[in-house]
């Protein structure tokens, strides 16, 4: 039996003004209260980060962000440092988001740059990989995941990867309602530790937290938790909601 302590995340995505995040965090918070046993997150807007931070202050959420920049400071307009999230109460981020990587050109490279930033930063990356439904059927799954993680991890030492987290998101299953059997899963996420167990050894990558991504929902998420190798979720659409969001923490 796994010791892994599961991680149930959200990702708000490009949703939700500060009053309507502070609304639903509060909600959630209030939902959650009773949790044990399992981490719960969410990842709001940068501009909601502070408000949200202060409502889930002593609660049983932690705050994430959705992305970072692996500078410092500097002059970089636009961009957000490690430094800066963690200065607004952030615990994670997620990094290498299959929407980042399609619509705004992040790659492997960018990716290893941006988990060296958080690490620096002391906050705990959610790094994601996954392939397209077109490298799916053309039976490059594995091999688009080997480069993913050899590239995203290049240059690290294991010891610095002790809080790392990983998701696996596959392109074809996210907002399309599209959903991965339970053995998919477990395939994949075994596959994904065989691989940290070659570059980072037995005991790092039997600790190492692979949640599942992609159209999570209330009445998939108990058979999903039931894999040896799946250790949570990151959930897109149907984290926006407190109630749905609960329900699926509380699988």
């Given at each position: 039996m796994s010791t892994r302590t599961p991680l149930i995340a959200g990702n708000w995505k490009m949703f939700k003004t500060c009053s309507e995040a502070v609304d639903t965090a509060a909600a959630l918070a209030k939902n959650v209260a009773d949790v044990s046993g399992r981490d719960v997150m969410i990842a709001p807007p940068y501009t909601a980060l502070h408000p949200v931070s202060e409502v889930l202050a002593g609660s049983r959420v932690s705050l994430g962000a959705q992305n970072l920049f692996w500078e410092k400071e500097g002059a970089y307009t636009g961009e957000i440092s490690a430094v800066m999230l963690a200065s607004v109460g952030c615990r994670y981020v997620i990094i290498g988001h299959s929407e980042r990587r399609q619509y705004f050109n992040e790659t492997d490279e960018t990716v290893n740059q941006r988990i060296q930033a958080?690490?620096?930063g002391a906050l705990i990356p959610v790094f994601c990989v996954g392939e397209s439904e077109q490298e799916r059927d053309s039976g490059q799954t594995f091999s688009v995941l080997d480069k993913q993680i050899k590239d995203g991890l290049k240059n690290f030492f294991a010891k610095d990867l002790a809080k790392l987290v990983?998701?696996?998101?596959?392109?074809w299953a996210i907002g399309t309602g599209k959903t991965a059997t339970s053995r998919q899963v477990q395939d994949v996420h075994e596959f994904l530790r065989?691989?940290?167990k070659k570059s980072l050894g037995q005991e790092l990558a039997e600790s190492i937290r692979i949640l599942y991504g992609g159209s999570v929902k209330?009445?998939?998420?108990?058979?999903?938790?039931?894999?040896?190798?799946?250790?949570?979720?990151?959930?897109?659409?149907?984290?926006?909601?407190?109630?749905?969001?609960?329900?699926?923490?509380?699988?």
């Open positions: 958080a690490l620096k990983i998701a696996y998101e596959p392109v065989s691989l940290l209330p009445d998939n998420i108990a058979e999903l938790m039931g894999m040896p190798d799946v250790d949570g979720a990151l959930v897109g659409g149907a984290s926006l909601n407190p109630d749905t969001f609960s329900a699926i923490i509380h699988y």
